[in-house]
């Protein structure tokens, strides 16, 4: 499946228009139609995410690998998981994570783009090298970390931010795909 460019550029085009389009409480659904914009651009016109197929389940299982990444070091620093910023799902214990998950997630879908677009059923192989993902390296405020490493720093730019009301201290995180 390869993209043109000029349809590449119109997706980008229209999905920074959502972004400037979100209000509060997303009240006309830019982060849903961005969302279903966005996965179908990588995976075609017919993907929906949950249904129960290869892409779906390698995007879930890569998803929660990094949910209890996030997980476990917000409980580390003492946080509760389930009091989170936006997501405030009463019987979510994971609200917390599900906020900060958003800039770790091109991670996993750039590995599911790759490996499981052809696939017939999630192997135990996707599954290890999804695990791996965990090892990877991103670069936070310009400097190359582990993914764990990353996690940390960006989890105490945010609690910097909050507790000292200073958006300077926000640590940018981007990622770089190696597997």
């Known amino acids: 499946m390869q993209l043109s460019i000029i349809y590449a550029k119109e997706v980008i085009a229209k999905l920074i228009q959502f972004r ?8 006309l659904n830019r982060e849903g139609l961005s969302a279903k914009m966005y996965f179908r651009t990588l ?57 900060l998950i958003e800039v770790y997630r091109p991670l996993i879908d750039m590995y599911v783009f790759k490996n499981l677009r052809d696939a017939i059923i999630f192997k135990r192989e996707h599954r290890l090298e999804l695990i791996k993902l965990s090892t990877s390296d991103v670069y936070t405020n310009g400097v190359k970390q582990t993914l764990l490493n990353s996690i940390n720093i960006y989890i105490d730019s945010i609690l910097s931010v909050f507790n000292e009301e200073n958006i300077a201290k926000f640590q940018e995180v981007k990622l770089i795909y190696g597997v």
């Open 20 to 27: 400037d389009e979100v209000n509060d409480g997303d009240t």
């Open 43 to 99: 995976f075609g016109k017919d993907f929906k995410r949950f249904e129960d197929d290869v892409l779906n389940i390698g995007l879930n299982y890569g998803y929660s690998i990094l949910r209890s990444q996030i997980s476990k070091t917000i409980i580390a620093k003492g946080l509760l998981p389930c009091i989170g910023i936006f997501h405030k799902g009463y019987n979510n214990p994971f609200n917390l994570a599900d906020d």
